[in-house]
């Protein structure tokens, strides 16, 4: 059974950092698409960055680059997402989500396994 875990949400100031963590089970790296998500009310689910089985580098969208980092551990199975220069636009339940392998993982409807969510409040 696949199963995501995140933690590490909470209220930070702005300009503040956060490390969210998403604990992986049920699965390999190795052949499945993972990701980070984030969703504020009344807006769309938008991709933070996702890592591909078949190229083991992050992508990020354009508007995700220079303060966001996401990494991926195989050693715990772990899934990281570093914020820095947080902003109050960046307040949002953060997500992590995984694909079988095949996926197009850039694509939010290509994810059918998803955490819980962690909540991320920036403000002052």
């Known amino acids: 059974e696949v199963r995501l875990v995140e933690s590490g949400g909470g209220l930070v100031q702005p300009g503040g950092s956060l490390r969210l963590s998403c604990a992986a089970s049920?699965?390999?790296?190795?052949?499945?698409?993972t990701a980070w998500f984030r969703q504020a009310p009344g807006k769309e689910r938008e991709l933070i960055a996702t890592?591909?089985?078949?190229?083991?580098?992050?992508y990020y969208p354009d508007s995700m680059k220079g303060r966001f980092t996401f990494s991926q551990h195989n050693a715990n199975n772990t899934l990281y997402l570093q914020m820095n220069s947080l902003k109050p636009d960046d307040s949002a339940m953060y997500y992590c989500?995984?694909?079988?392998?095949?996926?197009?993982?850039?694509?939010?409807?290509?994810?059918?396994?998803w955490g819980q969510g962690t909540q991320v409040t920036v403000s002052s």
């Open positions: 989500a995984a694909a079988p392998g095949g996926a197009w993982c850039r694509w939010v409807d290509s994810y059918n396994y």
């Open positions: 049920g699965f390999s790296f190795s052949v499945y698409c």
């Open positions: 890592i591909d089985s078949d190229d083991g580098s992050p």
